[in-house]
């Protein structure tokens, strides 16, 4: 018999290399409780995925991170993000945002999205040794989202700064710590400045966020609250998940020289390699949601107000839905199904952006210093409850020459 089985997302242990115990969880406890940090845990892509699309039961008005949930009040709603309030008044507000990032208009950005990718490589090219995070991978996407929000440039060093703090958590604790509360504070405190600028026309109008002042849901404009719930969410959104995604495939395909040769002989494999990354590592490991009635799950009654993980990370190795190679990295297979990016009412609004910047970074890398060696012995992980990804990943190649660059 072995060890018992214990699931905790802030577990360092765990956090760094969760397969193992999503296997057992998959296996073993498909409906997993954990009684010390009381939540509900499902790993099956079948479960995971049915329970996305069941948003009236599995509702995200309690949260979508464990240690932000709190209790639904259908007789006192309160909005916060996006993400956080489920249908009908899910609908008309996610209708403001989504004609910015159809795939027509993204793949308009491309040009631009390339340009920034290439500032980035241009500044450590010729050096032949850089961090992949502090120098690429955790830079352009604050520049691409900022451009689409309209965040001038000399700012987007302080609300990335104040992304990285607010996710970072503590060995085992649910706890949010002290610098991640005052990260996220100091970010709503800029917007709000900066939407109150806007208004009285101190700063020429751009970007989304003026966009959404302008525009009125229901017959009315937006309120302060849900103006900022855009702002943060697009911000962190934005620019964590695709950073740490850059990171992980770079990283995984260090592992995997086969398939890194393969993707430099023939670039068109990139975009079913940035499927393939997000699918077997995927940003964002879990969604909190909370129980609107009963349920009965493998044999568990799972009760009214109970928080339930989704456990996408699990999900997306689960041998039942991807067969029998599920726990291996292969940019050969179609893994277009994977639950990345959820799925259904709350599909991530940013996934074709998120792709075309994948697709363009990992292009671009591997075009112009694809002969990188990973330092694994001094890679950091990037501890959170529910993002995986790297904090740093030290890399080094032969030194190339700088294009005509554009500052950004």
């Known amino acids: 018999m ?12 765990v956090h760094d290399n969760p397969f193992d115990t999503y296997q057992r969880l998959r296996d073993e406890a498909p409906a997993y409780w954990n009684p010390d940090l009381e939540f509900w845990a499902l790993s099956r892509f079948d479960d995971v995925q049915q329970a996305f699309r069941d948003y009236e039961t599995y509702s995200s008005a309690g949260g979508v991170a464990l240690e932000a949930r709190r209790p639904i009040d259908r007789a006192h709603p309160e909005y916060h993000e996006l993400i956080e309030i489920d249908p009908p008044e899910h609908t008309a507000l996610r209708g403001l945002v989504s004609r910015v990032f159809t795939p027509r208009r993204v793949a308009g950005m491309e040009d631009e999205v390339r340009r920034i990718v290439n500032h980035y490589i241009d500044n450590i090219i010729e050096s032949g040794h850089a961090d992949l995070v502090v120098d690429l991978a955790g830079c352009f996407p604050m520049d691409v989202i900022s451009a689409v929000l309209g965040i001038p440039a000399s700012d987007r060093d302080m609300v990335r700064e104040c992304a990285d703090r607010g996710l970072i958590r503590e060995d085992g604790s649910m706890e949010i710590p002290k ?31 003026s966009d959404l002042l302008e525009l009125e849901v229901d017959g009315r404009a937006l309120t302060e609250r849900e103006l900022l719930g855009f702002c943060l969410l697009f911000s962190f959104a934005g620019f964590e998940t695709t950073a740490k995604m850059v990171a992980n495939a770079v990283e995984l395909l260090s592992l995997h020289p086969d398939q890194r040769a393969a993707l430099i002989a023939d670039p068109s494999l990139i975009a079913d390699a940035v499927e393939e990354v997000i699918r077997f590592n995927t940003s ?40 029998p190679t599920a726990r291996q990295f292969n940019i050969f297979r179609r893994a277009d199904r994977h639950l990345g990016f959820g799925y259904g009412v709350h599909f991530c609004l940013g996934a074709a952006l998120a792709r075309l910047e994948g697709r363009v970074a990992l292009e671009e890398v591997h075009l112009r210093m694809g002969d990188y060696i990973v330092d694994h012995d001094n890679k950091v992980r990037f501890h959170s409850g529910n993002v995986s990804g790297w904090k740093n990943l030290p890399i080094s190649f032969t030194p190339g020459l700088r294009l005509q660059s554009v500052a950004v």
């Open 284 to 323: 964002t490991q879990y969604m909190h949601r909370t129980l609107t009635r009963d349920v009965e799950m493998h044999g568990h009654r799972m009760r009214e107000g109970d928080s339930v993980l989704l456990l996408i990370g699990a999900a997306n190795q689960d041998e039942r839905e991807f067969g």
């Open 179 to 209: 610098d991640a509360v005052e990260a996220i504070f100091e970010v709503l405190a800029y917007f709000t400045e900066d939407l109150a600028r806007r208004r009285a026309g101190e700063v020429p109008s751009r970007g989304l966020i």
């Open 2 to 13: 072995g060890p018992p089985l214990v699931y905790n997302p802030y577990s360092f242990t």
